[in-house]
């Protein structure tokens, strides 16, 4: 949302700015995402409501996917950053 209001309301800010704060946002994603999968499993947070069985694991083995994948995107992103 930031970004959105700061691109009609701050006219005079750099591009490169929204380039760099996208950038921190995805080294936080994996974050994010392994969070999910705790509260997924979590008996305490969702109670009754905890998925279980072949749902829950298909659910688990997509985020670990997804993280993994992302995660192996911003190594070699922030490798050829470095070397660059």
Known sequence: APAVIGAFLWTSIPIWLAVRTNILCGVLLPLAYVGFMVLQRSQA????????????????????????????????????????
């Open 45 to 84: 947070y969702l109670g009754q409501d905890r998925p279980a069985g072949p749902r829950a694991i298909a659910w688990l083995i997509g985020m670990g996917i997804a993280t993994l994948t992302l995660v192996i995107f911003l190594a070699f992103y922030i490798q050829r950053q470095f070397t660059s």
